[in-house]
Structure formats: C-alpha cells, structure tokens
C-alpha cells in the first residue's frame, strides 16, 4: 500500500512539472491529475490479488480498457476489469482526491451513485449477458491533511441534513459514503484509504471501509470462481 501511496504522490508531481513546461496550468490542484495512471500502484495491487485467488494477468485488464455496456450511456470504461470466458467476473473503480475538499465532494458523490446505478440497471436488463452477479469495487483515496480532517460547517435549512452529518470533516464524510455504498449494496466493496503527501504513509479511513475488508472480499469472489 506504501509503494503504490508512493507511485501516486510522484505521479502528481510529475504531472504538475509537465503541465508548467507546456505552458499550461489547470485549475487548483487538477494538472496534478489530469494527466492520468497516477492510481496505478492501486490498480495493480487489484491485480496481484486476482492472480493470488487463481486468476491470469491476462484476465484483470487496468493498462487496457475493456468497456462494459451502460443503461443510461452506451459505455463506461471501468479502472479494473476482471473477466474470464467472455463474462465479466469484477470491476473496480479507482478515485481520489487531493486538496479541493469542498469543490469535489459532491461531485464524487453524485459520480460514484450514478455510476452503480447505471450499471446494475444495465445488468438487470441483460446487456452484460451474465447471470451470476459481478463484484464491484470502490477505492478511494484521500489526502490525509488538516483540511480533510477538520470539522466543515453545514449551511443552514429549514430542512435539516440527518444527524449523522452534524459536525463532520470531509474525511467522515467520505466514511459515511462508503459505508452506505455497501449498506444499500450499491457496490459490493468499498474502501477508504488516507495517505500523508509528504511521507506517503497510509491508513484506513474507517474500521468499516478498510483497504484489508476490501481485498479479501474481492479474493473471496475470485477464489469461489477460480
């Protein structure tokens, strides 16, 4: 997990130098990641634990895209795909997030809702072509700073947010989003991982969301279909 916080962290940075050297500056903090691949250390860490549960590298796709068939949209390109025999077996989806707390919360939110929705629309109308149920995955991952861990204030209502939200960082908030990810089984997993900048340590963002819960459910599926 170290190594591939490590990958990420150098990743930003580079992509940072290279968007200054072609004369162009996204906004904020995106040039660090619009260049792209900066979760791959993630991505093959998915891998390696496919191939542990009796998998083929050739069978867990994350540098080639595999498209799978939407409902609402003709197409969504997954971060990892797992297949075997034409049928998709897993898929996980790789997000993250860096400074920018307040702009991109919701945005992650809507995102990662629309886009489980959409699938398992799609999957209920046979457009995957499966009957066994595919394994999803959500993996975040979140810059663990005094930004992400303070206390936000919430703006006022005459409808009130529910209790749970009261007097919670952005950090909190992304817990409670991954619990209930899971909870109304919008994905099969989901984990939530925070990583220093500076020392590329990592930690789980909560005792439900942790990265080890993640993986071994993930091996669990594969090995039972192995």
């Known amino acids: 997990m170290t190594r591939a916080a490590g990958f990420y962290w150098r990743m ?5 130098k290279l968007q200054l050297k072609r004369g162009s500056s996204d ?14 250390g993630f991505a093959q860490l998915v891998q390696e634990v496919c191939v542990k549960a009796g998998f083929k590298k050739s069978e867990v796709f994350f540098d080639r895209e ?8 003709p197409q969504k390109f997954w971060d990892v795909v797992v297949m075997r025999d034409g049928k998709l077996i897993a898929a996980v989806e790789l997000k993250s997030q860096s400074g920018s707390f307040g702009n991109n919360f919701n945005n992650r939110t809507e995102e990662v809702i629309g886009v489980s ?10 457009a995957l072509g499966v009957s066994d149920a595919p394994w999803l995955g959500y993996f975040f991952f979140l810059e663990d700073s005094p930004a992400s ?8 209502s005459p409808l009130p947010p529910m209790a749970v ?16 990810l899971m909870l109304e089984r919008d ?6 991982v925070v990583s220093d900048k500076k020392t590329a340590s990592v930690r789980d963002g909560g005792v439900s969301v942790g990265a080890m819960k993640f993986f071994s459910s993930l091996y669990a599926h594969l090995a039972a279909r192995s």
Do not use: M
């Not at 861990?149 to 006022?156: E, F, I, K, M, Q």
């Not at 994905?187 to 939530?192: D, E, G, N, R, V």
């Open 12 to 16: 930003r940075k580079q992509q940072a």
């Open 27 to 40: 906004a904020g903090t995106r040039g660090q990641v619009t260049g792209g691949r900066h979760l791959d």
């Open 66 to 73: 595999v498209p799978i068939p939407g409902y609402y949209r």
């Open 117 to 126: 929705r959409d699938f398992w629309i799609a999957y209920r109308e046979r």
């Open 149 to 156: 861990d303070r206390v936000v204030s919430l703006a006022g």
């Open 165 to 180: 939200f009261q007097n919670t960082s952005y950090l909190r908030r992304y817990e409670i989003l991954c619990e209930r």
């Open 187 to 192: 994905y099969t997993a989901a984990a939530l």
